[in-house]
């Protein structure tokens, strides 16, 4: 289809262009929707039956720096809208500073994320052979990295869990597994973000974007507040299930 | 009518030459046309599996295949027919072809995203032929865990990751027709004036992104099973195997929807065109659609009745099955109620049309045998269920499919199909599967379990005859293939309306130019009205009684 600016050549209008732009961002985002529902699904369902696995899982990810993170990516979501403004209002200088503050903020969720990963795999917390929920309990000097305070709290949270849950390494097993799969999903389509703003960041460069034209800003803004919002859900699910003692 | 049809200079075949022209095409009719080569092929890949289960069950202890070949050719059948023909068929050929024509668009919105989901099709197609080639697959279509996770000594990996890559070719596909429906119809075409082709595709759209993300993932979290260990569904790790048959057939009941619902569409388009008369009841046929596809949603567990689920469960499940069967029997109703009175002609897409209505009506009243609980435990897992949705998908979505082929092939080629030929072959095709399926409905009831590779011998003539009916079945199929493939460049010229019909499609020249109309249309009839359509060229009185006029002049 020829193209004439920056109108393609099967539409009318701009305007039938963009609400064509927008409404497939909706849709795609359901069905983004319905894609990380089918794991919540398999999340709510083992939560329930394997409460206290889950409740022992949880506690030894590290508050603080989900905490961190959350408070990382609500920020890149308002940078993110500050770039749609300043798209919309035609400050073309003002565009590739939000960008570039957005994918900053990616790349340094990424790196916590790198950090909390490292750790699981350090205490054997990755499900496979070798994984073992008292491995830092037994093995104190392996864990340098969490005092001993903490992991004599940990001790004691593990005896009570075991109590309750026999199987408790099997099924803690089980919460690794979904912990992996939801964050590392929501990683990917992270990672698939950051290259869309760096591809923006480009056109923005180029000046493509007009108060006429910025679909494409606009779309992609849906698409990072969307990924935001799925960490919205994954922080309290993996993180604060037995925090509010 | 005297004039002789031209076929036109320019059009979207000869547009450009060359591999590059189509390989990197973003035109909605040429995807169309690879997505054909492509899909074909995959169901001459299906057929020849469909066929060595066939000849292996010539005999009672089947003396072709070993017992582990023989799971891995009904698997392998099933895995290519279902996510490999059955789902991008009539979509993905037909309804990328003719959608934004029917709707008067130049391209579907998002021609780029249409062409990559060819590719990413491609790409998941050659994942499940490798799987196929290099160990098979042996773990029957439906993936059960912990048998494809754990057990399985077959190459499941590939097959798996194959079918979730295979489903964003589908979810973008529904996306794009979606969007392409809302916001890229003609002046004058509104909702109401569409033809139930584009409704059909609409519905099926809907369960296309609400559906198969979640086998995404589902068979993603099991192919991360498979390879890494994880415990999702594994019982030995505290995983639940049934979790995985509800996620599965979360999408994979609505996926029979996917296929069954555009060949409906196909056949509301074929009746009003050969009965030469409006459609009866129009918006309860455009109602049904998306009845059928918000229902669809909602019965999935009836393939689970005896996993052990709640009585109760089970019981809300079987009355929602047969909910589903209201909008189908409202369809039906309404396509048999266009017929009457009508001006009817047997050309051949109507000859699909009638093979379609018999064998759904079959189809779809077996199935609430199934949907019923008691009658279920009684036939579930046999062949009774084999007959039956090879009823809904072959006598259904194949017929269907075959119809909108010969009706649509004058549109996409510009030519003409040998009309006698033609028909006999639907009459093989029509006798072939019959005798084919018919007689598993008896095995069924009478206790012959599928997936088995031996069966006692009192059982061996029913299952002759349906070797027998495969083998017609086979020429059936093989005969429009090769008319279908001569008729494209030696057939008669068609003209821009040879039957004529009355949808947008057929005011443009066959084959239609690249950008689809000289001049956007301005639609201002009703669907399917053959009274106040001039240009036509019909003799049909404005009257009550349409009809006395002969369909068609015989030339």
């Given at each position: 289809m020829?193209?004439t600016?920056?109108?393609?050549?099967?539409?009318k209008t701009?305007?039938q262009?963009?609400?064509?732009?927008?409404?497939?961002m909706w849709?795609?985002l359901v069905?983004?929707?319905?894609?990380?529902?089918?794991?919540?699904?398999?999340?709510?369902?083992?939560?329930?039956?394997?409460?206290?696995?889950?409740?022992m899982?949880s506690?030894?990810?590290?508050?603080?720096?989900g905490?961190?993170n959350?408070?990382?990516?609500l920020?890149?979501?308002?940078?993110?809208a500050?770039?749609?403004?300043?798209a919309?209002?035609?400050?073309?200088?003002?565009?590739?500073?939000f960008?570039?503050?957005?994918?900053?903020?990616?790349?340094?969720?990424f790196?916590?994320k790198y950090?909390?990963?490292?750790?699981k795999?350090?205490?054997?917390?990755?499900?496979?052979?070798?994984?073992?929920?008292?491995?830092?309990?037994?093995?104190?000097s392996?864990?340098?990295?969490?005092?001993p305070?903490?992991?004599?709290?940990e001790?004691?949270?593990?005896?009570?869990?075991?109590?309750?849950?026999?199987?408790l390494?099997?099924?803690?097993?089980?919460?690794?597994?979904?912990?992996?799969?939801?964050?590392?999903l929501?990683?990917?389509?992270?990672?698939?973000?950051?290259?869309?703003?760096f591809?923006?960041?480009?056109?923005?460069?180029?000046?493509?974007f007009?108060p006429?034209?910025?679909?494409?800003?606009?779309?992609?803004?849906l698409?990072?507040?969307?990924?935001?919002?799925?960490?919205?859900y994954?922080?309290?699910?993996?993180?604060?299930?037995?925090r509010?003692k | 009518?005297?004039?002789t049809p031209?076929?036109?200079?320019?059009?979207?075949?000869?547009?450009?030459?060359?591999?590059?022209?189509?390989?990197?095409?973003t035109?909605?009719?040429?995807i169309?046309?690879?997505?054909?080569v492509?899909v074909?092929f995959?169901?001459?890949?299906?057929?020849?599996?469909?066929?060595?289960?066939r000849?292996?069950?010539?005999?009672?202890d089947?003396?072709?295949?070993?017992?582990?070949?023989y799971?891995?050719?009904?698997?392998m059948?099933?895995?290519?027919?279902?996510f490999?023909?059955l789902?991008?068929?009539?979509?993905?050929?037909l309804?990328?072809f003719?959608?934004?024509?029917m709707?008067?668009?130049?391209?579907?919105?998002?021609?780029?995203?249409n062409?990559l989901?060819?590719?990413?099709?491609?790409?998941g197609?050659?994942?499940?032929l490798?799987?196929?080639?290099?160990?098979?697959?042996d773990?029957g279509?439906?993936?059960?865990?912990?048998?494809?996770?754990?057990?399985s000594?077959?190459?499941?990996?590939?097959?798996?990751?194959g079918?979730?890559i295979?489903?964003?070719?589908?979810?973008?596909?529904?996306l794009?027709?979606?969007v392409t429906?809302?916001t890229?119809r003609a002046?004058?075409m509104?909702?109401?004036r569409?033809?139930?082709?584009?409704w059909a595709?609409?519905?099926?759209?809907?369960?296309?992104i609400?559906?198969?993300?979640?086998?995404?993932?589902?068979?993603?979290l099991a192919?991360?099973?498979r390879?890494?260990?994880l415990?999702f569904f594994?019982?030995?790790?505290?995983?639940?195997?049934?979790?995985f048959?509800h996620l599965?057939?979360f999408?994979?009941?609505?996926?029979?929807?996917?296929?069954?619902?555009?060949?409906?569409g196909?056949?509301?388009e074929?009746?009003?065109?050969?009965?030469?008369?409006?459609?009866?009841?129009y918006?309860?046929?455009?109602?049904?659609?998306?009845a059928?596809?918000?229902?669809?949603?909602?019965?999935?567990?009836h393939?689970?009745?005896?996993t052990?689920?709640s009585t109760?469960?089970?019981?809300?499940?079987s009355?929602?099955?047969?909910?589903?069967?209201?909008?189908?029997a409202?369809?039906?109703?309404n396509?048999t109620?266009?017929?009457f009175?009508?001006s009817?002609?047997?050309?051949?897409?109507?000859?699909?049309a009638f093979g379609?209505l018999g064998?759904?009506l079959?189809g779809?009243?077996?199935g609430?045998f199934?949907?019923c609980?008691?009658?279920?435990i009684h036939?579930?897992?046999?062949?009774?269920?084999?007959?039956?949705?090879?009823?809904?998908?072959?006598g259904g979505a194949v017929?269907g499919?075959?119809?909108g082929l010969?009706?649509?092939?004058?549109?996409?080629t510009?030519?003409?199909?040998?009309?006698?030929?033609?028909?006999?072959?639907?009459?093989?095709?029509?006798v072939?599967?019959?005798?084919?399926?018919f007689?598993?409905f008896?095995?069924g009831?009478?206790?012959?379990?599928?997936r088995?590779?031996v069966?006692?011998p009192?059982?061996?003539?029913?299952n002759?005859?349906?070797?027998?009916?495969?083998?017609?079945?086979?020429i059936?199929?093989?005969?429009?293939?090769?008319?279908?493939?001569?008729a494209?460049f030696?057939g008669?010229?068609?003209?821009?309306?040879p039957?004529?019909a009355?949808?947008?499609?057929?005011?443009?020249?066959?084959?239609?130019?690249?950008?689809?109309?000289e001049?956007?249309?301005?639609?201002?009839?009703?669907a399917?009205d053959?009274?106040?359509?001039?240009?036509?060229?019909?003799?049909?009185?404005?009257?009550?009684?349409p009809?006395?006029?002969?369909a068609?002049?015989h030339?």
């Open positions: 020829h193209r600016g920056a109108l393609y050549g099967q539409f701009l305007e262009q963009k609400d064509s732009a927008s409404l497939g849709i795609f069905t983004e929707v319905m894609f990380f529902g089918g794991i919540m699904l398999a999340y709510a369902i083992n939560r329930h039956v394997y409460y206290h696995a889950f409740a899982g506690n030894t990810l590290s508050l603080k720096l905490a961190i959350t408070i990382v990516l920020a890149s979501s308002f940078t993110m500050m770039g749609v403004w300043s919309q209002t035609g400050k073309q200088k003002l565009l590739p500073i960008l570039t503050l957005t994918i900053l903020l990616g790349f340094i969720f790196g916590i950090v909390e990963y490292a750790q795999f350090h205490h054997h917390l990755v499900p496979g052979p070798s994984f073992d929920i008292s491995y830092c309990v037994n093995n104190p392996k864990c340098d990295d969490i005092n305070e903490e992991l004599e709290v001790a004691n949270l593990i005896k009570q869990a075991k109590a309750a849950e026999p199987n390494n099997s099924h803690a097993q089980l919460y690794f597994s979904t912990y992996f799969g939801m964050t590392g929501h990683a990917l389509h992270m990672v698939i973000g950051v290259g869309l703003l591809w923006l960041l480009l056109g923005s460069l180029k000046g493509r007009t006429e034209w910025n679909t494409p800003v606009d779309i992609v803004g698409y990072w507040h969307f990924v935001d919002i799925v960490w919205i994954l922080f309290p699910l993996l993180y604060l299930i037995d509010h | 009518m005297a004039v031209k076929f036109p200079e320019k059009h979207y075949l000869n547009q450009t030459y060359g591999i590059r022209s189509w390989l990197l095409t035109d909605h009719k040429r169309a046309l690879l997505y054909l492509s074909t995959f169901f001459f890949v299906g057929g020849f599996f469909a066929m060595m289960i000849l292996h069950l010539l005999t009672p089947g003396y072709l295949l070993s017992a582990d070949t799971n891995k050719m009904f698997t059948h099933g895995v290519a027919m279902i490999f023909f789902i991008p068929s009539i979509p993905a050929i309804g990328n003719l959608i934004p024509l709707i008067g668009a130049k391209d579907l919105a998002f021609p780029k995203i062409l989901s060819w590719y990413v099709y491609i790409v197609g050659c994942f499940t490798y799987s196929m080639v290099t160990g098979g697959l773990t279509w439906t993936f059960y865990t912990p048998l494809s996770t754990v057990y000594n077959s190459a499941v990996a590939p097959a798996v990751i079918i979730f295979t489903g964003f070719s589908s979810i973008l596909t529904g794009n027709f979606l429906i809302h890229m002046p004058g509104t909702w109401f569409m033809p139930l082709f584009v595709h609409y519905a099926t759209s809907v369960v296309m609400l559906g198969t993300p979640v086998v995404a993932i589902t068979l993603g192919a991360m099973e390879l890494f260990g415990g594994n019982p030995a790790m505290g995983g639940d195997p049934i979790l048959q599965f057939w999408y994979s009941h609505p996926a029979v929807y996917i296929m069954i619902l555009p060949a409906m196909v056949i509301s074929l009746i009003p065109t050969f009965a030469r008369k409006k459609l009866f009841g918006h309860f046929v455009a109602a049904a659609s998306l059928i596809a918000v229902i669809g949603f909602l019965v999935w567990t393939h689970m009745f005896l052990g689920q109760y469960a089970a019981l809300a499940f009355f929602l099955t047969f909910l589903v069967a209201i909008p189908s409202v369809k039906t109703f396509w109620a266009t017929l009175g009508g009817i002609s047997f050309d051949t897409p109507m000859l699909y379609f064998l759904f079959i779809g009243l077996t609430l199934l949907g609980l008691g009658t279920d036939i579930h897992d046999t062949y009774f269920v084999v007959a039956h949705f090879h009823y809904i998908m072959v017929m499919y075959l119809g010969h009706f649509w092939w004058p549109k996409i510009g030519r003409m199909y040998p009309e006698w030929l033609a028909r006999i072959a639907a009459l093989i095709l029509f072939g599967f019959n005798l084919t399926f007689p598993q008896v095995l009831y009478l206790g012959m379990p599928r088995y590779h069966y006692p009192e059982f061996q003539v029913y002759v005859m349906s070797t027998a009916g495969a083998s017609i079945l086979a059936g199929y093989l005969l429009p293939m090769i008319y279908l493939t001569w494209a030696f008669k010229v068609a003209g821009d309306n039957w004529p009355t949808g947008l499609e057929w005011k443009t020249p066959s084959p239609p130019p690249t950008e689809n109309f001049v956007t249309p301005v639609v201002t009839w009703e399917y053959f009274h106040n359509r001039p240009d036509l060229g019909l003799d049909v009185p404005t009257g009550h009684h009809g006395v006029v002969p068609h002049g030339d």
